[in-house]
């Protein structure tokens, strides 16, 4: 399969937006949970070359990475890291290495059954780690465990390691328990509380970084429909969908554990060679959470802003054309798809991959369009018109 092809589909859309509305940023981001699998060395080795071998594999093509650590994964870097094995990683323990000489971000993440966040960063600096100022994977409305988010607005100490001070400036995830309900949102603000996390409270000074949509790589989920998600995003930023005064992070997140498997791991690179080919288009970046915030603190001026993933914009598009000259439906369609529109015009589909799957340069309108023989997926519809190219999203099934 051509990992090219659906770069024609961001390319059409960048010539038609050109460059007014802002780039996504793109990140991944993994977790280690409180989990006893790390208790195991070989679990622990293994899952070690694996580490190596992505972080070579990020910073040769310039890959952004926040590793997310929690206590227990912590616990074992400080008591399995051997000479022998950091013979392998420049002498140093794993997690130093891949911060020194790769650049992987490093954050806590805590469940905090035992030991809460300051408790995490104690390790994480016995570890050799500079002291994170981000909060990772918190959950925003109850407690996170025995410890709740708003105590650290203006900081707490351990309860493992009394002692230790922390606190923290940002804050992401939004997460809620057993993930039934995250927060699914892009930009920055200062939430209020857990019952009003969504309101701006300038009062507080611990800032909520957004990361977009909801896409988690698994292992019951399908490189191409991860694709078909992040596609989406990028479809909706540069379309004008999505305000162009925003900010839009979107973190692909996995379980540093689901590396072990060389499926999984296969998984993550072709959606890393995928990705990269949507930055090489000039839509989208590669950004560490410090980078982004840090643009928005100087670019941005620290202005509020926050959007809901799939919400958008009911203005006209951007090039002008009002919404109602144009309908495409119904959608999902699964034998005729329809077009009106208020003159004749062109038209292309696309299917996800940026195959070209029917082409006219003269459509009468209104019209209908046979898609029995179509696949079942999204597909992209491009109709040029005296006043301008209008670019559109349906799904056939």
């Known amino acids: 399969m051509n990992k090219k092809l659906p770069l024609l589909i961001l390319l059409l859309i960048y010539d038609i937006t050109g460059s007014a509305q802002p780039k996504v940023h793109f990140n991944f981001l993994s977790h280690n949970e409180e989990t006893t699998q790390w208790n195991g060395t070989p679990y622990y080795t293994a899952n070690r070359l694996k580490l190596i071998s992505l972080a070579n594999y990020f910073q ?80 925003y409305n109850d407690s996170n465990g025995i410890n709740v988010w708003t105590n650290l607005i203006n900081g707490q100490y351990g309860l493992v390691f009394p002692n230790k001070f922390w606190q923290p400036d940002y804050m992401m995830g939004g997460g809620t328990p057993n993930h039934v309900d995250d927060l699914k949102y892009f930009g920055f603000w200062n939430p209020k509380d857990t ?101 928005w603190e100087t670019a941005y001026q620290a202005q509020m802003f926050q959007w809901e993933c799939g919400q958008v914009v009911n203005t006209v598009n951007s090039n002008g054309i009002p919404e109602s000259d144009v309908l495409i439906y119904p959608d999902p369609a699964s034998t005729t798809l329809k077009i009106k529109t208020d003159e004749a015009c062109g038209l292309k589909i696309f299917n996800s991959m940026g195959a070209l799957v029917f082409a006219t340069d003269l459509l009468l309108a209104p019209c209908e369009i046979d898609v029995r023989n179509f696949p079942r997926g999204i597909y992209y519809c491009l109709l040029e018109k005296k006043k301008g190219t209008v670019s559109g999203k349906i799904i056939v099934q």
Not at 96 to 103: A, H, N, Q, T
Not at 217 to 233: C, F, G, N, R, W
């Open 60 to 139: 040769s093509n310039g890959i952004t990475w926040n590793m997310q650590s929690d206590w227990r994964y912590l616990s074992s870097v400080l008591t399995k890291e051997t000479v022998a094995l950091m013979a392998s990683t420049n002498n140093k323990n794993i997690l130093r290495w891949m911060f020194e000489d790769k650049g992987v971000e490093m954050d806590p993440h805590a469940h905090e059954s035992q030991f809460i966040y300051p408790d995490v960063v104690y390790l994480m600096d016995s570890i050799g780690l500079p002291e994170s100022k981000v909060m990772g994977g918190s959950i």
């Open 195 to 295: 019952a009003h996390y969504l309101v701006h409270d300038t009062t507080n000074h611990l800032r909520h970084i957004g990361v977009g949509c909801e896409i988690k790589i698994k292992d019951t989920i399908s490189v191409p429909y991860i694709l078909a998600q992040i596609h989406e995003v990028v479809d909706m930023v540069q379309s004008g969908q999505y305000p162009s005064n925003g900010f839009y992070l979107q973190t692909i997140f996995f379980e540093q554990g689901d590396l072990n498997d060389s499926a999984f791991y296969n998984k993550v690179i072709e959606i890393t060679d995928s990705v990269n080919a949507i930055v090489a288009s000039g839509v989208a970046q590669w950004s560490t959470l410090k980078q982004t915030y840090q643009e």
